[in-house]
């Protein structure tokens, strides 16, 4: 499985949580507000910026299982838990071992920022998982490809494209669903009966996003450079044209996620 920085999350968590998307959280939060207590398995938990973006709309008392593949990772989670809230850290490779993680007992299935690295078959064992246990599930910030620059450059299509035929590389499921993993899992929850909340969860970046902005074009650029059908000289040259814009504070950026809350109803 894809290994993240802790850097690089700790950068993004606020614009994901601004990013989140209201209407599919207050399914979820309409949904448990009758319950007394909620335990949630968080798949590739990260740091625990989920914990911290949704933990105070839901039930008062929680039961978080941090599931993540990087020690390291899971210790700053544990290591900063939110007050009130009980936190078990769990070190497991979601990869191979979701149906072992989600033996135990649990109502809620979260994961943010996952399911654009996950294979079509590794998705449908999640569903199915999910599923035969009648769980809730959230999941937030699946990029889905949508990529939109202002001030507009010719290239930028090129350098997208080419950037989202990266993301669907193995990134340790196999071959990654990527920019498609939203709106599949979707398809794949309602043609089990399960209602669907959703609606899109973009980040926004303004000419002051200067360093989330740097991090992105870099990424971008890597991954286009490894297209051998593009002229690296020509990419490069993109990309000083986009570092102009941001030094000029002249660059915005929109990146597409989509967020859902699916729930099991009627029988199956």
Request: glycine share 8%; aromatic share 6%.
């Amino acid at each position: 499985m894809t290994r993240f920085s802790a850097d690089w999350l700790a950068l993004r968590e606020p614009y994901d949580a601004r990013a989140r998307n209201p209407d599919v959280l207050d399914a979820l939060v309409a949904a448990v507000a009758d319950r007394g207590s909620l335990t949630v398995a968080d798949l590739a938990s990260g740091a625990g910026s989920t914990l911290r973006a949704i933990s105070s709309r839901l039930p008062q008392r929680q039961l978080w299982r941090l599931v993540d593949h990087d020690p390291e990772l899971l210790e700053r989670a544990s290591s900063a838990p939110v007050v009130g809230r009980d936190v078990t850290a769990v070190l497991a490779d979601i990869a191979g071992e979701v149906e072992v993680v989600l033996d135990e007992p649990v109502d809620l299935v979260t994961a943010s920022a996952l399911l654009d690295l996950v294979s079509a078959a590794w998705l449908d064992r999640l569903v199915s998982e999910i599923v035969g246990r009648r769980l809730l599930v959230y999941v937030a910030l699946t990029y889905d490809g949508r990529v939109m620059f202002e001030p507009a450059d010719p290239f930028d299509a090129v350098v997208i494209e080419a950037a989202n035929r990266h993301q669907r590389s193995d990134k340790g499921f196999g071959p990654a669903l990527g920019p498609k993993a939203g709106a599949a899992a979707i398809a794949r929850f309602e043609a089990r009966r399960y209602g669907v909340v959703h609606g899109a969860s973009d980040w926004v970046f303004g000419p002051r996003d200067i360093e989330i902005q740097g991090e992105l074009l870099t990424g971008w650029t890597a991954a286009a450079n490894e297209d051998a059908g593009l002229n690296p000289a020509e990419i490069s040259k993109w990309l000083a044209r986009r570092l102009h814009h941001m030094a000029s504070a002249r660059s915005s950026i929109r990146v597409g996620h989509i967020d859902f809350f699916a729930s099991p109803t009627g029988a199956r």
